[in-house]
């Protein structure tokens, strides 16, 4: 009994042993870990791809990235008894020791699969003592990783040419396809590349390249349907693809993982935005922003002229602070109508008139007289919007903008004025997409909560609901801007189910002659709501404004103005203003009501002193909103 205990310590001993080394030496597995960033799209296909360092394009690629056939093909050339051992075949070792004894030389290396992966990891000289460490690396490899993880090894590291590696890198680079998507030719062309990457380049050494391949597939089956495949594969690649590289800037900024863009519409705007560079002036550039209404997630982003030195092409140009011009009236308009001031259907006047030191004129410096508000909205008048900002305050629509994510950039102790009717204020494209989609989506935040009336941005809306000047799909709601001295032109537009947004401009922000809005960027606005997903995609449809539109259901009782934990830069005139409740509402400043007329949602108060003050407003129904107040 004890002498046949020894056999099973023997082997306990041995797997002891085996376990220490292991241990102690862990296969160097950095080459495998340090890989490409892949950023993809929303559908999990590769977006951008950026290389590892050193500039290598090693894309990790499992089993599963890869067709079938191109494994089959794989083991056939390489390792056909890949699942039969260990991860060394004795067969295939003695047989290599046979062949070099009578050659002379070595005829075959008797590598596994398990081997090849060893040596990619750890790349060797090719000596004996480099082949037994493989040896053991293999062993151990197939111990740690099974046969999925050996193959994941090797199609992740198998050199493919150049800086490529990997069966992933050597099927973008050469045929433009994800490897999955390759046929049996193909797949063989990539299996014997691995084999010596630089003498089988197919832009370097087409024949040669051929008969590797077609060597492959005979290895699989050397039989009349390996002929017919031989004989259909047709020439081998002669020019290597550039890898992805879709939405560069946000790919940048993302580094790595899942994006929400759709990489069919990408590429669309992105093939629009190179067309539309080449008919703009030298020196400038633009962006475009497509968002899903709903979500506020980006369907795609073209920032700029990638890497073009002459358009700062480096630069995310959706993401430069510039003026919006009067691409921010739509929003003035939503909340004049919020509060009360004006319907659409109002008649005013455009007229030359003074806002204490600030006198604004029109674009075209002539004035329209008496029309409705919904007509100067749509002729962006300038008069009638700043006095519309003059009712409801700068410092509302100041509010709004900031809890919408798009924080005024104003000059260094500047406080929001009334120039930020006509663009005096710094915004970015992502931000305007941001408001425009406020607006679209009935004054609701992307975090559900309402920042303006629904009826209110409705009717702002609809009012933009008019056709393109050069035609274009129907029911799109749109309106262009020019910032002061032509440096900023800008489109944006939205339907019910996406938000547009174009920039056109110099980034460096000089001027640029004869610019306008209506000049560079609309033209290009029905081109993009053109290229969007088919899927049913309703218009953002046009209300009858003299009618009268059905009420909402009523909106909880709320405080506009002022927002929560206000300041006042100084003491003077305030109208506080509420929405939502059933009026007559009653204004209260620390507990005292305010006279104010029942009718509207708003009342005057002039502060007695700096100070913190206690607003409060209360409906016929009881209902009560309150905020905090500070005055300088």
Known sequence: MRWARIPILLVLGLLGLAWLLDRAFPPPMARFENRAREVTARDGRLLSVWPAPGGVWRLRTGPGDVSPHLLALLIAAEDRRFHRHPGVDPLALARAAAQWLRAGRVVSGGSTLSMQA????????????SKLIEIARALQLEWRHGKQGVLEIWLTLAPQGGN????????????????????AAEAAFLVALARRPEALRPDRHPEAARRARDAVLLARAPDVASQAEIALAGPVPRQRLALPRHAPHLARQQREGATTLDLDLQRA???????????????????????????????????GDWMNPARAGALDLSLAVRSPGSALKPLIYALAFEAGVVTPDTVMEDLPRRFGDYAPENFDRAFQGRL??????????????VALLNEIGPLRLASVMKAAGAIPRLPPGAEPSL??????????????????????????????ASLIELRAANLASAILVQPFPGGGPAGVAWKTGTSWGGRDAWAMGMDQRHVVGIWVGRPDGTPMPNATGARLAL?????????????????LAPRPLSAGVAPPPMDGLRLLFPPPRATLPEAGRVVLRAAGGQRPLTFLVDGAPLN???????????????????????DAEGAAARTELRVR
């Open 118 to 129: 060893a040596r990619l990891l750890e790349p060797r000289p090719r000596n004996l003592r």
């Open 164 to 183: 490529l590696e990997g069966l992933r890198a050597g099927a973008l680079a050469w045929f433009g396809r994800p490897a999955q998507a390759l046929d």
């Open 269 to 303: 705007l992105e093939a629009l935005a190179t067309q539309s560079l080449a008919r703009l002036p030298e020196r400038v550039s633009l962006a475009i922003m497509v968002t899903d209404l709903r979500t506020r997630e980006t369907r795609a982003l073209v920032g």
């Open 372 to 385: 409705r508000i919904a007509d100067a909205l749509r002729q962006s008048l300038n008069q009638p919007a």
């Open 419 to 448: 120039p930020l009717a006509l663009g005096g204020v710094g915004v970015t494209l992502r931000e305007m997409v941001g408001l425009y989609a406020l607006l679209g989506d009935g004054g609701a935040h992307a975090s559900g």
């Open 523 to 539: 033209p290009l606005l029905p081109q993009v709501f053109e290229r969007l997903p088919p899927a049913p995609r309703a218009p």
């Open 596 to 618: 104010s007329d029942p009718a509207r949602r708003e009342a005057s108060w002039v502060p007695p002193a700096p100070g913190f003050y206690r607003i409060t407003v209360l």
